[in-house]
């Protein structure tokens, strides 16, 4: 079975440009949670998605957003990049109870100038 | 203070060593518990899930909760190089959102 999969794994990109990172999950699994990963911050969860639906968000500006497709792919899109904002974006599907784990991709590295 | 503590380390051993590595935590609601595995570049990787205070085994592997004292380890055996990576515990209160800790490194030294 095919894993977490993230596109594209890299991106540079200056401030004031937005980005849109993509995230399939692994076949089967309905939930997708995004987040973001500094060395200074360590792993912060963004968001999470179920159905189509966001069921938890995290502490995050509304700069940062995302959804879930019918399919359960997931996009997330941050508008009006800041330089903080550099940092390895991990997407993690699980089936769909809210306790169940999480597989995480490889992640998208992003790299705000 | 964090939800979560962890020391980050780095912890460094000889080949074959036991690896003790610890969580503290503060939320009573956390219910669930993991140990991710992460190298360079890549993404976490699931090593161990548990749900209950007690002990968990897997190969090399055994994960323990006590909930009592707000306390979760991971206990590595006869370790090896390959095992050199960062490990992050992470909890969950079963709203959906992990809660990780800061990450330890280890390096296993042949």
């Known amino acids: 079975k095919a894993g977490v999969t993230q596109t594209p794994r890299y991106l540079i990109k200056t401030r004031g440009q937005q980005v849109t990172l993509s995230c399939s999950p692994i076949s089967g699994h309905r939930s997708v949670s995004w987040y973001q990963q500094t060395p200074g911050q360590g792993l912060q969860f963004l968001f999470e998605y179920f159905s189509e639906t966001q069921r938890n968000k995290g502490n995050f500006p509304g700069r940062f957003s995302g959804r879930q497709f019918s399919n359960s792919r997931s996009e997330m899109n941050v508008s009006t990049l800041e330089l903080g904002d550099s940092a390895l974006y991990l997407c993690?599907?699980?089936?769909?109870?809210?306790?169940?784990?999480?597989?995480f991709g490889p992640g998208t590295r992003l790299t705000v100038l | 203070q964090k939800e979560v503590e962890q020391d980050p380390g780095p912890l460094s051993v000889p080949e074959g060593a036991i690896v003790s590595l610890n969580c503290t935590y503060s939320n009573s609601a956390f219910q669930y518990f993991m140990w991710y595995r992460q190298y360079s570049r890549k993404g976490p990787e699931l090593l161990m899930y548990?749900?209950?205070?007690g002990n968990k085994e897997d190969g090399r592997f055994t994960a323990q909760v006590d909930k009592s004292s707000k306390y979760i380890s991971l206990f590595i055996r006869d370790s090896q190089p390959s095992d050199s990576a960062t490990y992050l515990c992470a909890m969950s209160d079963g709203t959906g959102k992990l809660i990780f800790g800061q990450g330890t490194t280890l390096q296993v030294k042949p």
């Open positions: 548990t749900y209950s205070s």
């Open positions: 993690a599907s699980s089936l769909d109870f809210l306790g169940d784990t999480q597989y």
